[in-house]
């Protein structure tokens, strides 16, 4: 089975801390994805990466920006945290098989709370 | 229009009924379709994955995929309370890179004893 292991279920932060969210996989997945999830809103793309360092933005990277230094890890980074960033962060990975495209396996989730 | 449409719901059936949810895309050319099941407070689980037209059967679950309709739909059969959740459609739109999936909204659905 795929495991995707985020470093924090709960994670309150003040506004202005700057805020690492780490996710480890742990089935050689090319693809790994960072999203929030807020009520309403539905899953919102933050980044992606593809490789080890490349990353993508996707659809709301205003804010956030990511590192991924080896194929297992890709870490997610509030510059600069600000109450509105309060939300359910989820990472996934998906392997590279061609086409069709493979599903994606997510994380627990990381409910981060700013203050 | 939204990329993913899902039926918009909530979807209530008694123990023991079909639920029947449904995903409609907008590229003709998309061609991988995956269910995902949330619990409230959890994260999105997979629970099916289909890529050619027709029907794949999963124990309860069966997944049906009409392209020229572009259309994508989950039957529960047997719905037991333990299914109540929110269902996300997610479609690797047609041009799309590196594994991206558009989710729909979620639709949630209730079984009551």
């Known amino acids: 089975d795929v495991k995707v292991t985020q470093s924090s279920r709960y994670l309150v932060k003040r506004t202005g801390e700057k805020v690492f969210l780490e996710c480890v996989q742990d089935m050689d997945h090319e693809n790994m994805f960072w999203y929030r999830q807020d009520p309403g809103l539905g899953l919102r793309l933050i980044y992606f990466?593809?490789?080890?360092?490349?990353?993508e933005k996707g659809d709301i990277p205003e804010g956030y920006s990511v590192s991924r230094e080896k194929k297992e890890r890709f870490s997610l980074i509030l510059e600069s945290a600000s109450t509105n960033q309060t939300s359910m962060y989820l990472c996934?990975?998906?392997?590279?098989?061609?086409?069709?495209?493979?599903?994606?396996?997510f994380g627990d989730g990381t409910r981060l709370s700013i203050l | 229009q939204k990329e993913v449409e899902q039926n918009s719901g909530p979807l209530s059936v008694p123990e023991g009924a079909i639920a029947s949810l449904n995903c409609t895309y907008s590229d003709r050319g998309s061609q991988s379709f995956f269910w995902y099941r949330q619990y409230s407070g959890k994260s999105p689980e997979l629970i099916m994955s289909?890529?050619?037209?027709g029907d794949k059967e999963d124990g309860r679950f069966t997944a049906q995929l009409n392209k020229a309709s572009q259309y994508v739909s989950l039957l529960i059969r047997d719905s037991q309370p333990s299914d109540s959740a929110t269902y996300l459609c997610a479609v690797n739109l047609w041009g799309t890179s590196y594994g991206k999936l558009t989710f729909g909204q979620g639709t949630i659905l209730t079984v009551h004893p």
């Open positions: 996934a990975s998906s392997l590279v098989r061609g086409t069709p495209n493979q599903p994606q396996h």
């Open positions: 990466s593809y490789d080890v360092k490349m990353k």
């Open positions: 289909i890529y050619s037209n």
